[in-house]
Antibody, heavy 117, light 111 residues
Framework: QIHLEQSGAEVRKIGSSVKVSCKAS????????LSWVRQAPGQGLEWMGG????????NYAKKFEDRVTITADASTNTLHMELTSLTSDDTAVYYC????????????WGQGTTVTV | QSALTQPRSVSGSPGQSVTISCTGTSSDVGGYGYVSWYQHHPGKAPRLIIYDVNVRPSGVPNRFAGSKYGNTASLTISDLQADDDADYYCCSYAGRSTIVVFGGGTKVTVL
C-alpha cells in the first residue's frame, strides 16, 4: 500500500524560504507522477507543480514558477518542494500527492504540512 | 479566482440527492476526459472519489457519480448521508502549458 509521509509544520519569516519533504513507501517511487497542492486558510485547493522522478524535469503552475522548485531523490524515495520569497499569502497547508497517471487524478495524499509565514 | 467555477454551497437532507456543477472551458474540462473530484473533510487529506470524468476508485460507494457535457462536469451524490458533509473540489487536466486546474470548491451541507 502506497503511503506518503510529510515533514512537520514550519514557521518562517516574510521574505525567507521553506522546504517541505514527502517520503514515499509501498511502491515504485520513480515512476509515479507526484505533485504539490496547497490550501490557504478559507481558500480552495491549488496545484503548484509536479514531477515524475524518473524523468527529473518538473512542471509548475504559472503562478509559482518563479518561486517554487520541486525535486525528487530516488535514493531516499523523497519528494521535496522549496518555496522562496515567502509572503503572508503563502500561509497554507501543503500536500504532496500521487497521480494515477496521465493527470487523471490524485489518488494518494500526504497528511499535509502547515506552513505559517 | 479559480480556473473552474463551482457553486459555493449546496445542501440536502439525508436520503436526498445533490448535484455539483464544475464549469470550465474547451481548454480544460471540455477539451479532455480527465476530470476528477475530491471530497475534503477539514483537517484531513483530500480523497479522490471520481477520476476520468465518471470512474469511481475502489472503495468509493456508487452513490457518487460523475458526468460531463461540453465544458461542464457534474458530481451527483445520491442518498445523502451525514458523512457526505464536506467540501468537494473538481479538477481537470488543462493541457501542456497550464497542466492542472482546480475548482473553487463546494461546501455540501447535510441538513
Amino acid at each position: 500500500q502506497i503511503h506518503l509521509e510529510q515533514s512537520g509544520a514550519e514557521v518562517r519569516k516574510i521574505g525567507s524560504s521553506v522546504k517541505v519533504s514527502c517520503k514515499a513507501s509501498g511502491g515504485t517511487f520513480n515512476t509515479w507522477p507526484l505533485s504539490w497542492v496547497r490550501q490557504a486558510p478559507g481558500q480552495g485547493l491549488e496545484w503548484m507543480g509536479g514531477i515524475v522522478p524518473a524523468f527529473g524535469t518538473a512542471n509548475y503552475a504559472k503562478k509559482f514558477e518563479d518561486r517554487v522548485t520541486i525535486t525528487a531523490d530516488a535514493s531516499t524515495n523523497t519528494l521535496h518542494m522549496e518555496l522562496t520569497s515567502l509572503t503572508s499569502d503563502d500561509t497554507a497547508v501543503y500536500y504532496c500527492s500521487r497521480d494515477k497517471g496521465g493527470w487523471t487524478g490524485f489518488d494518494v495524499w500526504g497528511q499535509g504540512t502547515t506552513v505559517t509565514v | 479566482q479559480s480556473a473552474l467555477t463551482q457553486p459555493r454551497s449546496v445542501s440536502g437532507s439525508p436520503g436526498q440527492s445533490v448535484t455539483i456543477s464544475c464549469t470550465g472551458t474547451s481548454s480544460d474540462v471540455g477539451g479532455y476526459g480527465y476530470v476528477s473530484w475530491y471530497q475534503h473533510h477539514p483537517g484531513k487529506a483530500p480523497r479522490l472519489i471520481i477520476y476520468d470524468v465518471n470512474v469511481r476508485p475502489s472503495g468509493v460507494p456508487n452513490r457518487f457519480a460523475g458526468s460531463k457535457y461540453g465544458n461542464t462536469a457534474s458530481l451527483t451524490i445520491s442518498d445523502l448521508q451525514a458523512d457526505d458533509d464536506a467540501d468537494y473540489y473538481c479538477c481537470s487536466y488543462a493541457g501542456r502549458s497550464t497542466i492542472v486546474v482546480f475548482g473553487g470548491g463546494t461546501k455540501v451541507t447535510v441538513l
